[in-house]
């Protein structure tokens, strides 16, 4: 899997660098670990502070390759550093650990970033655990985003417990949920009964909750969490009626059909699928506001 992820990458980086930065990027991938590490941090010296922009063709070689792992509106300097620990040589365990753990060790905000962003690209992914999970506590947002949006390596490798806290951490910060991978598939009751919990709390202080939470509910719905469909139906907030109807529609609790049969234009949307969870994603959210 990985010399195909390191040629892709490259051929990505390629599509936009200059002669000069191609040729200084792909020496260093060739270096000795220890100038490829000094290279890692050097690279914003020698790249120029732009934006990838894979073609579509690139971006769904790349989920073939890795389900999950987008690299879309990533700087050049992160990609190429992540294209640079892809040529570290993980032959030694010990000398390969030893390299990533130094430039974690040493890492400023944004090689952080990259370090996080690369974790489903390193060999060895169990020894990357401990630092993924505690960079879900980080205080950094772009840091927590690195490792949790367009990321897999949580979905693989996180226990439930680290699981929930990446997920709360989410949605208390307005991180667009959407882009978390596989959300849905690890989606569990502890998770969606702490949510219930969350969402009286917002309601209560007049606020809202977004609407991509109530996709967790689905296969977990009951009478108590029937009472919170009820107050999203009943809501004036189309996106909040659109949530419970979805949420209804996939679940196979028989009580939350019969509710959803209640608001029959609702029904017959969801039913047409002209409304999905793809048309509540929303990356701008301010929850923390009153209702919209």
């Given amino acids: 899997m990985y010399e195909p992820i390191k040629s892709l990458l490259w051929e990505i980086l390629t599509t936009h660098l200059t002669t000069a930065e191609s040729e200084w990027l792909e020496k260093q991938g060739v270096a000795h670990p220890l100038e490829l590490m000094t290279a890692f941090v050097a690279a914003p010296r020698f790249l120029s502070k732009r934006f990838v922009q894979p073609s ?10 890795i389900e ?16 640079l620990l892809s040529c570290l040589d993980a032959s030694n365990k010990e000398a390969y650990c030893r390299h990533i753990e130094t430039l974690f060790d040493t890492a400023e905000m944004n090689e952080l970033v990259a370090l996080y962003s690369a974790l489903p690209l390193l060999a060895y992914p169990e020894q990357w655990l401990f630092r993924a999970t505690d960079a879900v506590r980080s205080n950094m947002g772009v840091v927590y985003e690195a490792i949790a949006l367009g990321n897999p390596y949580p979905y693989h490798h996180f226990s439930e417990l680290a699981w929930n806290q990446l997920v709360l951490k989410g949605i208390f910060n307005d991180k667009p949920l959407h882009l978390i991978y596989g959300l849905e598939e690890r989606s569990n009751e502890k998770l969606v009964l702490t949510l219930s919990d969350f969402a009286h709390e917002r309601w209560a202080a007049g606020r809202w909750v977004a609407p991509q939470v109530w996709r967790l509910t689905s296969k ?6 029937l009472e919170d469909m009820k107050h999203l139906f009943q809501s004036d907030v189309e996106y909040d009626q659109q949530a419970a109807a979805l949420a209804c529609y996939h679940s196979n609790y028989e009580p939350a059909l019969q509710l959803l049969a209640s608001y029959p234009h609702l029904e017959k949307i969801v039913n047409n699928h002209h409304i999905t969870w793809t048309n509540l994603e929303f990356s701008d959210l301010n929850t923390y506001v009153s209702k919209p």
């Avoid at 579509?56 to 390759?65: S, Y």
């Avoid at 690299?71 to 294209?83: D, H, I, K, Q, Y």
């Avoid at 977990?220 to 969490?225: G, I, Q």
């Fill in 56 to 65: 579509p063709e690139q971006a769904a070689e790349l989920d073939n390759l």
């Fill in 68 to 83: 999950g792992f987008s690299v879309e509106g990533w700087s050049f300097v992160r990609l190429s550093r992540v294209w």
């Fill in 220 to 225: 977990f719905l009951n009478e108590t969490l």
